[in-house]
């Protein structure tokens, strides 16, 4: 069964880092922009960064840009996004999937919770 799995969440303090994992099982990620979307209660799934599959062009949202950084690893077939600097408003169930789109037609993992709080 082709699926993604993410790891690396939990809870840090205000201006701490985190590092979220993204792996592929069962397909190779090589061929696919890949995602992260967060998911926070009450609001609406926004797309926080992506990256693409040829040349490596990476995308961040406002909210996020200068903090988080995204990257991948095909030879781990894995992507990974390096969070610093959290913020109280960056909590939620970060999820990745294939493609740059909130789509229903993407491979989507189970996500990992991110808790920020003093």
């Known amino acids: 069964q082709v699926m993604l799995v993410e790891s690396g969440g939990g809870l840090v303090q205000p201006g701490g880092s985190l590092r979220l994992s993204c792996t592929a099982s069962?397909?190779?990620?090589?061929?696919?922009?890949i995602g992260w979307f967060r998911q926070a209660p009450g609001k609406e799934r926004e797309g926080v960064s992506c990256?693409?599959?040829?040349?490596?062009?990476?995308y961040y949202a406002d909210s996020v840009k200068g903090r988080f950084t995204i990257s991948r690893d095909n030879a781990k077939n894995t992507v990974y996004l390096q969070m610093n600097s959290l913020e109280p408003e960056d909590p939620g169930v970060y999820l990745c999937?294939?493609?740059?789109?909130?789509?229903?037609?993407?491979?989507w993992g189970q996500g990992t919770q991110v808790t920020v709080s003093s």
């Open positions: 069962h397909f190779t990620l090589d061929y696919y922009a």
């Open positions: 990256i693409s599959s040829s040349d490596g062009s990476t």
């Open positions: 999937a294939t493609g740059c789109d909130d789509s229903e037609y993407a491979i």
